[in-house]
């Protein structure tokens, strides 16, 4: 299944028997403000599943601002909002796919490959005219069973041990300037881990608001890389949600999407003996 979806092809499929879209609209800034949006207006049949609430573990003051959430919890609310084994799963957000890409990378995580994100999300949807409800539906409660792959993790005692014995290389997802410490508003530290490249997420779009076609993500991608394979990447951002973006960009190009650090510089940062650097990216 292709990681992303169309307006188009959405609109084509909606009613479709197993079909299960989720609202993943989110603002780190207003916390509510994604489940507003979702109670005013959204696409029809679309249920809500909220970053903080849902898609996060409970917070422990550690375990940065979205740690990942426990299997079986996650697994019970997937289920209470109907989505079981063989859904096919949308999700979509407005902010450019980033919060529609943790759900997609979480039910990856679980073992449920049949997700993708709404290309352009709910503005391309917007812009197209296409139909939108304020009725919530009422999904019937389905078993989802998690079969999750942990392959796909690294905790922070792994970043810990890889500074000294280098074996993968960290690419953070946040913008240039939070990557150096400037402007940073969201973690109580400015910086990056030692060693981390630089791939602004937000780089994976084109002016419409949509993916960077395949062929492009592919080289730009490849040039950011350089030397270094895709496998060997650990994926991270502030809080392990932008940095998702960059591995469905990933795979969009064809490329493997690499593992993530879910505490990311959150969780690292909560940690005054854990080493922070201010130079700019290198091989990026």
Same mark, same amino acid.
């Given at each position: 299944?292709?990681?992303?979806?169309?307006?188009?092809?959405?609109?084509?499929?909606?009613?479709?028997? =197993?079909?299960?879209?989720?609202?993943?609209?989110?603002?780190?800034?207003?916390?509510?403000? !994604?489940?507003?949006?979702?109670?005013?207006?959204?696409?029809?049949?679309?249920?809500?599943?909220?970053?903080?609430?849902?898609?996060?573990?409970?917070?422990?003051?550690?375990? !940065?601002?979205?740690?990942?959430?426990?299997?079986?919890?996650?697994?019970?609310?997937?289920?209470?909002?109907?989505?079981?084994?063989?859904?096919?799963?949308?999700?979509?957000?407005?902010? !450019? =796919?980033?919060?529609?890409?943790?759900? &997609?990378?979480?039910?990856?995580?679980? !073992?449920?490959?049949?997700?993708?994100?709404?290309?352009?999300?709910?503005?391309?949807?917007?812009?197209?005219?296409?139909?939108?409800?304020?009725?919530?539906?009422?999904?019937?409660?389905?078993?989802?069973?998690?079969?999750?792959?942990?392959?796909?993790?690294?905790?922070?005692?792994?970043?810990?041990?890889?500074?000294?014995?280098?074996?993968?290389?960290?690419?953070?997802?946040?913008?240039?300037?939070?990557?150096? =410490?400037?402007?940073?508003?969201?973690?109580?530290?400015?910086?990056?881990?030692?060693?981390?490249?630089?791939?602004?997420?937000?780089?994976?779009?084109?002016?419409?608001?949509?993916?960077?076609?395949?062929?492009?993500?592919?080289?730009? &991608?490849?040039?950011?890389?350089?030397?270094?394979?895709?496998?060997?990447?650990?994926?991270?951002?502030?809080?392990?949600?932008?940095?998702?973006?960059?591995?469905?960009?990933?795979?969009?190009?064809?490329?493997?999407?690499?593992?993530?650090?879910?505490?990311? &510089?959150?969780? &690292?940062?909560?940690?005054?003996?854990?080493?922070?650097?201010?130079?700019?990216?290198? =091989?990026?």
């Amino acid at each position: 299944m292709h990681p992303l979806i169309s307006v188009a092809e959405l609109q084509a499929s909606l009613g479709t028997p =197993g079909l299960v879209v989720v609202d993943c609209r989110h603002d780190l800034a207003d916390p509510q403000a !994604g489940r507003a949006a979702y109670a005013a207006s959204h696409i029809p049949g679309a249920v809500f599943l909220h970053l903080d609430d849902d898609l996060s573990a409970p917070l422990t003051g550690t375990n !940065g601002r979205h740690p990942q959430p426990d299997a079986t919890v996650l697994a019970q609310k997937l289920g209470a909002v109907g989505i079981g084994n063989a859904s096919h799963v949308v999700a979509y957000d407005a902010a !450019g =796919g980033p919060f529609a890409a943790r759900l &997609w990378w979480l039910l990856r995580w679980l !073992g449920h490959e049949a997700v993708q994100v709404l290309d352009g999300g709910w503005p391309a949807w917007q812009a197209a005219g296409a139909e939108v409800s304020a009725a919530q539906p009422v999904p019937l409660p389905v078993r989802f069973t998690a079969t999750p792959d942990d392959a796909r993790v690294v905790r922070v005692t792994e970043v810990e041990a890889n500074l000294a014995n280098p074996q993968f290389t960290l690419l953070d997802a946040r913008s240039g300037e939070r990557f150096v =410490g400037i402007g940073e508003t969201k973690d109580p530290v400015g910086g990056h881990i030692p060693g981390a490249r630089n791939r602004f997420c937000m780089q994976n779009l084109g002016a419409d608001g949509r993916f960077k076609p395949a062929a492009q993500l592919r080289d730009e &991608w490849l040039a950011v890389l350089g030397d270094l394979a895709p496998e060997n990447i650990v994926h991270q951002c502030g809080s392990g949600v932008t940095a998702c973006h960059n591995q469905l960009a990933l795979t969009v190009a064809g490329l493997p999407a690499g593992r993530l650090y879910v505490g990311s &510089w959150s969780e &690292w940062c909560s940690d005054p003996a854990r080493p922070v650097s201010t130079e700019p990216a290198s =091989g990026a």
